[in-house]
């Protein structure tokens, strides 16, 4: 093994700043990257280079794109060396989670060698330009169409629920190139920088005030014959790769909150007289560790060869469940001050528990899912 969980230990210890072991209250705690990107402090500054250095801003990545190239494995041990100090993630974004992993297997060595690296250095903020108004379980319904002109297809149509689309430099995106051929078989998979004429984002503003969406929309928007990624109307294939690692990050997005030392912290906490809560901690620590070890055994099996494919959404169904449960505890928990939306007596409980609830649909809903481990997983008549 290539890392070594002591040596990381000693210098997860030495290098991350204390103010970066707190749980984020929210997205303005979260390192973004991008062009448009201003650190939010200077121990954000600080563990990300220092990560940068290390290559940890992508571990799992090859060397030569700005990774530490370690293996799944590998990667796993620094996970949870981090999460036992509580450590933040020095830069998260959807080029690594999504992008990344999908230019790696599709892209062509110019188009790995011009944006993995500046996904890894937190340059460029990209976006995921998927659902349309028509078009969200039923995916391969989507109408925004790229014509043929030559050296570059000209895009138009909309798409929504992009997320942070106002904040992106550029963006992932799901286009139509044939109408004649069956649904699925007519997608292209295309890269558009969103400082391209045509480019316009509005964000949908939320109940909570807040505007986490955009609807996208594409007016003639010329993009070049390069930023195809995959073949011509096989996009298809590129997308519900990509969506295996979302729903796999989904899927893993709690396991900060209640990973083992939280919980021991939490038991303590509660009155030992409380034992409809105690039992609730209890089951909570129970499906987390079946969920990881589900996800470790996955993870074993992909590293022998082959891919997660449909079992990532087994995942995705059971993270974002658990994930669920678990921000209900932790409501629970924090009692009458979790109810605190603003001020800082419980900072960033409430809000968590209600952006868990998108868990349940980002990425694919839960009843989606489901109709996708009956009919992959467990092979049972489709109707
Ligand atoms: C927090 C969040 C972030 C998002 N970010 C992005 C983003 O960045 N980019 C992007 O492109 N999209 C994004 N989305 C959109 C997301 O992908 C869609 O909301 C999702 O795919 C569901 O599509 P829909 O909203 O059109 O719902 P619909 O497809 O209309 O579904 C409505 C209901 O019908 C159910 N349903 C639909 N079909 C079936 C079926 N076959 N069997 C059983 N039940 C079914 C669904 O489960 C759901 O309950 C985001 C969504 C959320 C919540």
């Not at 230990?9 to 303005?28: F, H, K, Q």
């Not at 003639?220 to 519900?240: F, I, M, Q, S, T």
């Not at 790769?241 to 997005?253: D, F, K, P, Q, V």
Request: hydrophobic content about 40%.
């Amino acid at each position: 093994m290539a890392i070594d969980a002591h040596e990381i230990r000693n210098w997860l210890e030495a290098e991350c700043p204390v103010e970066m072991r707190a749980a984020t209250r929210g997205d303005e705690d979260v390192c973004w990257g991008g062009r448009r990107w201003a650190f939010q402090s200077p121990a954000q500054k600080l563990w990300f280079e220092r990560c940068l250095a290390r290559g940890f801003t992508v571990p799992t990545w090859p060397r030569e794109y700005g990774g530490a190239g370690l293996s799944r494995d590998e990667a796993d041990v620094l996970y949870a060396e981090m999460r036992r100090i509580g450590a933040r993630p020095p830069l998260t974004s959807f080029g690594i989670s999504m992008l990344g992993p999908a230019l790696l297997a599709f892209g062509t060595p110019a188009q790995k060698a011009e944006h993995l690296p500046r996904i890894a250095l937190g340059q460029i903020r990209w976006c995921q330009g998927y659902s349309e108004p028509g078009a969200g379980s039923d995916l391969a319904s989507l109408a925004t169409r790229a014509e043929d002109k030559g050296d570059h297809f000209l895009v138009n149509g909309q798409k929504i629920w992009t997320s942070y689309a106002d904040k992106a430099d550029w963006i992932f995106c799901l286009v139509r190139t044939n109408r004649d051929a069956k649904k699925q078989l007519g997608i292209s998979f295309v890269l558009i920088d969103m400082a391209t004429p045509g480019v316009s984002t509005r964000p949908i503003v939320l109940i909570s005030g807040k505007s986490p969406f955009c609807e996208t929309f594409f007016d003639d928007v010329a993009v070049p014959k390069g930023n195809l990624v995959g073949k011509l109307d096989r996009g298809w294939d590129v997308a519900k790769y990509l969506l295996t690692h979302e729903r796999e990050m989904i899927a893993g997005g709690g396991s900060n909150l209640f990973d083992s030392h939280a919980l021991d912290k939490a038991a303590a906490q509660v009155r030992p007289k409380d034992p409809i809560l105690r039992a609730k901690i209890a089951e909570a620590a129970v499906d987390t560790y079946a969920f990881d070890a589900t996800r470790r055994r996955y993870s074993d099996e992909v590293a022998r060869g082959g891919e997660l494919g449909a079992r990532s959404a087994l995942l995705k169904y059971d993270g974002a469940e658990l994930n669920k449960r678990r921000h209900e505890l932790a409501m629970s928990l924090a009692g009458a001050d979790g109810l605190y939306f603003d001020g800082n007596r419980e900072p960033g409980v409430a809000e968590g528990w209600l952006r868990s609830k998108g868990n349940s649909i980002e990425g694919g809903t839960s009843e989606v899912m489901l109709d996708i481990v009956a009919k992959r997983l467990l092979d049972l008549p489709a109707d």
